[in-house]
């Protein structure tokens, strides 16, 4: 068996499709082994905005030092491909590509996606065009978990099949990653292919045996460090920890929720419920149909993993996004510790709402430093130790990280790891 270490001269290189603000490069970037060489993304903000609007480019600049090509990457031929390789890699091999597509087509919290299969979902298998001409050693790609197990998961059977006819090792797990020490319920599909001889590994090999401390998930050790602010201000010690300013009504709505979890639903027993309520919550109430939108104006609580943080985090209406205690949602730097990145982290673009997105977008930091590390050791064939795959910066701390109870976890390679939620996948 041939493993391959970076000589002296040179890192191994990385390309992010789909970079967005720089989540999954980041924990790349942060490891010493990997150069992250191109980046290409098209910018979208809001649905009804165009390429190029909504500034996660220059997040990516100011944190990485690579100027991301701004490009519709469901337009790009092979022949452009092939002149990126040209370009970029001047003569060297590819080590790693990251290929990270929307998950708004696939992610079962739009309602849509139980029938409609979008047209972004095609940009899964457009990646076998890149790997097809870049012939990367390792391909790492990140969605939600609909993209392994949804409707529309032909998307990937057929990007797999394409890849097992160019020779590589597929494994496709779906995770939550507070297992691996993020401080949010975030329930995501990675997939690893490799044609490296050693095949194909994941974050459960690398964290088997181990598990993290639960506090270490919690909202607490995530954000309570941070000073107080009030809607509106930005702290000026760091000009990231800013929150929207919000109306006198959502602000008396707000107050009115009870502190550490608290939700709109706890408004229906007050006296002045009618003058709190909006004209959907009183529909709700009315039809006793909740559902999923208690968590709407919703607090997060101090002793459990933030909720998912979806792209549309701006407003305390589109979720369980309200600080635990002070009346207001979360700051842009809350939001993003939460999502696993580091505190030194900044955010470019002009919109704060569009840096809000650049956070639900991202695939967080802390868990990509990991699959650095795992993708290290395929190189490498020398298995790094758990506590040493913590990123600088972020909630996460190596003495969070201890043994797993004597007794064995389920092995989850056949099929569906009930104990984890987890399904692989593997060729």
Not at 168 to 181: E, I, K, Q, S
Not at 255 to 271: E, H, T
Request: net charge neutral; aromatic share 6%.
């Amino acid at each position: 068996m041939t493993l391959l270490r970076p000589s002296e001269n040179r890192r191994r290189t990385l390309i992010d499709l789909f970079s967005g603000a720089g989540g999954m490069s980041y924990g790349f970037h942060a490891h010493p082994s990997f150069r992250v060489v191109a980046a290409f993304d098209g910018e979208r903000g809001k649905p009804s905005s165009g390429i190029g609007r909504s500034g996660c480019n220059e997040t990516f600049r100011i944190n990485l030092d690579v100027a991301p090509v701004s490009t519709d990457l469901a337009r790009v031929d092979d022949a452009l491909i092939e002149a990126a390789r040209r370009d970029v890699l001047d003569g060297l091999d590819l080590d790693v590509l990251s290929a990270c597509p929307p998950c708004t087509g696939f992610s079962r919290t739009n309602p849509k996606n139980h029938l409609d299969d979008d047209d972004r979902n095609n940009l899964v298998l457009r990646t076998a065009h890149w790997v097809r001409t870049l012939r990367p050693r390792v391909l790492v790609m990140e969605n939600a978990r609909e993209l392994l197990k949804g409707n529309f998961v032909h998307h990937f059977d057929a990007l797999r099949l394409q890849l097992d006819r160019m020779g590589y090792d597929v494994r496709a797990t779906v995770h939550m990653l507070d297992r691996f020490g993020l401080p949010q319920r975030r329930e995501r599909a990675l997939v690893i292919a490799t044609r490296l001889t050693v095949g194909a590994k994941g974050l459960e090999d690398l964290w088997h045996g181990y598990e993290v401390e639960r506090t270490a998930t919690h909202v607490r050790r995530g954000i309570g460090h941070l000073p107080p602010v009030a809607a509106g201000e930005r702290h000026p010690d760091d000009p990231f920890h800013v929150s929207p300013g919000i109306n006198n009504a959502t602000l008396a709505r707000v107050r009115a929720i009870p502190v550490d979890g608290g939700s709109w639903i706890d408004l229906r027993d007050r006296r002045d419920a009618d003058l709190l309520m909006t004209p959907a919550m009183k529909r709700y109430v009315a039809a006793r149909d909740f559902g999923s939108h208690p968590d709407v104006y919703g607090r997060m609580a101090w002793n459990r993993p933030s909720v998912t943080i979806k792209r549309e985090c701006a407003h305390v209406g589109n979720g369980r996004y309200s600080h635990p205690e002070q009346h207001r949602l979360c700051t842009l730097r809350e939001l993003a510790l939460l999502q696993g990145f580091p505190e030194q982290f900044r955010f470019g673009g002009v919109s704060l709402s569009n840096q809000y997105r650049h956070i639900g977008d991202a695939v967080p930091p802390l868990i990509s430093y990991q699959l650095a590390h795992v993708v290290e050791w395929m190189f490498t064939g020398e298995k790094p130790e758990v506590a040493d795959c913590v990123l600088p910066g972020t909630s996460l701390r190596a003495e969070d990280i201890k043994p797993a109870p004597s007794h064995p976890r389920p092995d989850c390679r056949e099929n569906e790891c009930s104990a984890e939620g987890s399904l692989i996948a593997q060729g």
